[in-house]
């Protein structure tokens, strides 16, 4: 079965600048998603976004949302509607008017899955933040203190091991760092102490 859209526009550039409010974003989570796990991996996903926008794009509150927004609702459809993953968001998100860059980002983030490339900042940095941020969380729950001490060594080391959170694909995180221009190292560092503090 094909997740690919078939399309690579997305919303309309007369909506730049619309958001949903954080209220209306979270009601939109929280109805949509279900499974704790993915919620979980969602707020992290966000977290890193904000975090990035932040202090690497040095962008203000509005430019930061957009972001954070992005990482929030990426996966907003894969627990209830997984076969519509993530054309389903991505409707809802062009019937509300929301702005096109948020939507393209989300469309992006799979990009052999859904067929649409990563051309932004943004739709890059979801794309690599997205697998790698899993594979972080898995690791730090394996490990007796979490978090705690988990550095850059062990959890490359992961990265290598094939077996380790399997269904976490190896390819995507290389060609995720290619895209966005940043070594896996660099990257790791940047989500291991950030994604510490969303559990
Ligand atoms: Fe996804
Ligand atoms: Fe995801």
């Not at 007369?14 to 409010?21: A, K």
């Not at 019937?95 to 393209?104: A, L």
């Not at 979490?146 to 077996?163: F, H, I, N, P």
Request: charged letters at 25%; hydrophobic letters at 40%.
């Amino acid at each position: 079965m094909s997740l690919h859209l078939g399309r690579t526009q997305f919303g309309n550039t007369n909506n730049i600048g619309n958001v949903f409010s954080r209220a209306e974003a979270e009601s939109l989570f929280n109805e949509w998603v279900l499974n704790p796990k993915l919620k979980v991996h969602m707020l992290q996903v966000a977290h890193l976004m904000k975090c990035w926008a932040a202090e690497k794009e040095l962008l203000d509150d509005a430019g930061q949302w957009k972001w954070e927004m992005a990482g929030l609702l990426h996966d907003a459809d894969w627990d209830q509607w997984p076969t519509l993953h993530c054309k389903k968001i991505i409707e809802h998100l062009e019937s509300n008017n929301i702005d096109p860059e948020i939507i393209r980002a989300i469309a992006s983030h799979g990009p052999i899955h859904f067929g649409v490339e990563p051309e932004t900042n943004m739709d890059k940095m979801l794309y690599a933040f997205d697998e790698l941020s899993g594979l972080i969380h898995a690791y730090s729950l394996m490990r007796p203190n979490g978090y705690e001490g988990m550095d850059l060594k062990g959890a490359k080391k992961r990265v290598k091991e094939k077996t380790f959170a399997a269904n976490v694909s190896r390819e995507d995180i290389q060609d995720a760092c290619q895209r966005a221009n940043i070594s896996l190292d660099d990257l790791i560092n940047f989500i291991i102490p950030r994604q510490a503090t969303v559990l």
